[in-house]
């Protein structure tokens, strides 16, 4: 049975960083597209950044300015997302997703396999 993690999430100052990790169990992430997605409140699921497993390619949602990092620690079968300068409007449930073959990396319908959620809130 596949099974995703999330963790990292919390309340942080405009400013401000957090770590979020990934973690699955039931699947090796070599073999798997693993994306973060995030959602607002009243808002859809936006992709937030991509990696491959069998390459560490990776994408990232254009208007985040490369404050976002994401990277895969593959003893440990885990991935997480480096998020620093947050802003109020990075604030939501991040989820993250596998997949073994995307199309599209940004759209939820191409993932079959989706964690729980941590909330990350950005507020002074």
């Known amino acids: 049975q596949v099974q995703l993690v999330e963790s990292g999430g919390g309340l942080v100052e405009p400013g401000g960083s957090l770590r979020l990790s990934c973690t699955a169990s039931?699947?090796?992430?070599?073999?798997?597209?693993i994306t973060w997605f995030r959602q607002a409140p009243g808002k859809g699921r936006e992709g937030v950044s991509s990696i491959v497993g069998s390459d560490d390619s990776t994408w990232y949602l254009s208007s985040l300015e490369g404050r976002f990092t994401i990277s895969r620690d593959k003893a440990k079968n885990t991935v997480h997302l480096q998020m620093n300068s947050l802003k109020p409007s990075d604030t939501g449930v991040y989820y993250c997703?596998?997949?073994?073959?995307?199309?599209?990396?940004?759209?939820?319908?191409?993932?079959?396999?989706w964690g729980q959620g941590t909330q990350v809130t950005v507020s002074s």
């Open positions: 039931g699947l090796i992430m070599d073999y798997y597209v």
């Open positions: 997703a596998a997949s073994e073959y995307v199309v599209a990396w940004g759209s939820p319908d191409q993932y079959d396999h």
